[in-house]
């Protein structure tokens, strides 16, 4: 009679009709989705049907604004308002526990650290809730977002939400000006990142081996997972997980970070199930692109290329035309 029922009729519409209802439905819950297809057991979501099994997730469908999306260079706008990142430690150093979720490698900081950034798009402090790594099989995919159609060997999401507007995250994912996310993505190289270095040594990621492991990392800084650059891209999409919520400001650091082979080698034997189940790698944990529609990306980088009139710019109109006609047009 409730929502359920009805969410349910539209799976199996789409699921196809021909076949025979499962002995045990799968049932409906936040939870209820994944990447790709599971060997074993009953059918889960994947992407394309994530707005489709559950109406409070719809967006994830009809959404408009929806991430992660293909960044073409060319399509770019330089904003000249665009303030630099502030991230603000206090000076300390942080701990955190660090999860294996069955979908991601999970970050959360200790419930007294806070860590919170301003500056760049942002018109609020917003705080750090979680930093989540997504990563590929092979080194050739395994990042969110992509850059002139390439992906990279994986993504750090850096989560935060708007602490000046709103209790939590719960209540700022589903709010206005509700989350920001820095992107940055990883690259294989001789040595790595200092930060990722503390996540990903063999020691350290050994002990989340298996779905809702968790391990205690202490002395984490934080500003070491920032690439050397002070340029970023940045647009307004959504969550890259159900529901989908269109709350999410996106910056992309203009960097990437390293991480060494053995270190990527260790997050492909990560598994998504505990360890009485099947093994199956966590790796390729990604939303596909979507539709950019005709949303403006901004970067604070000043290169010389022609661009259109960004609508989501945050200063005056003619400013931006002065710069545009001073471009050549
Ligand atoms: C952007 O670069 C152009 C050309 O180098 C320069 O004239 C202009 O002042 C720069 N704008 C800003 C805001 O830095
Ligand atoms: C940001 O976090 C620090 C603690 O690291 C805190 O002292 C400061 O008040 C926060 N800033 C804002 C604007 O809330
Ligand atoms: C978040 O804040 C809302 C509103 O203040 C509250 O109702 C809810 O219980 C909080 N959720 C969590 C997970 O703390």
Redesign the pocket.
């Known amino acids: 009679p409730s929502k359920k029922g009805e969410d349910f009729i539209i799976l199996r519409k789409h699921v196809g009709g021909g076949k025979k209802a499962q002995p045990n439905p799968p049932k409906i819950h936040e939870g209820w989705w994944a990447y790709k297809e599971v060997v074993q057991g009953s059918f889960v979501p994947v992407p394309s049907f994530w707005g489709l099994v559950n109406s409070a997730w719809n967006l994830c469908s009809v959404g408009k604004r929806q991430s992660p999306v293909n960044i073409e260079t060319s399509h770019m706008i330089f904003d000249p308002f665009l303030q630099p990142i502030r991230l603000n430690t206090g000076g300390r150093k942080v701990g955190g526990t660090m999860y294996n979720t069955g979908r991601h490698v999970s970050l959360r900081l200790d419930k007294e650290h806070l860590v919170n950034i301003s500056g760049g798009p942002m018109t609020y402090s917003h705080r750090l809730e979680e930093i989540r790594l997504h990563f590929g099989s092979e080194d050739g995919q395994g990042s969110e977002h992509l850059l002139n159609g390439q992906a990279f060997s994986g993504e750090v999401q850096l989560i935060h939400y708007n602490h000046e507007l709103y ?2 995250y ?2 700022a994912a589903k709010s206005p000006n509700g989350l920001v996310v820095v992107s940055i993505f990883m690259k294989i190289a001789e040595t790595s990142n200092s930060f990722l270095n503390r996540m990903l040594n063999r020691d350290t990621i050994t002990r989340i081996t298996y779905k809702n492991d968790a391990y205690l990392l202490t002395t984490l800084n934080i500003e070491e997972i920032y690439p050397e650059t002070s340029s970023f891209i940045t647009y307004d999409g959504s969550m890259t997980i159900p529901p989908c919520f269109e709350t999410a400001t996106w910056i992309l650091m203009n960097k990437p970070v390293y991480l060494t082979r053995m270190q990527m080698h260790s997050l492909r034997l990560l598994s998504q199930n505990q360890p009485s189940q099947i093994f199956l790698s966590m790796s390729d944990n990604v939303r596909p692109v979507q539709p950019l529609n005709n949303r403006c990306i901004r970067t604070n980088i000043n290169f010389s290329v022609q661009g259109k009139d960004c609508p989501n710019n945050r200063g005056p109109q003619w400013e931006m035309k002065r710069v545009v006609s001073s471009r050549g047009e």
Request: net charge negative; aromatic share 0%; no cysteine.
């Open positions: 209790t939590n719960t209540e």
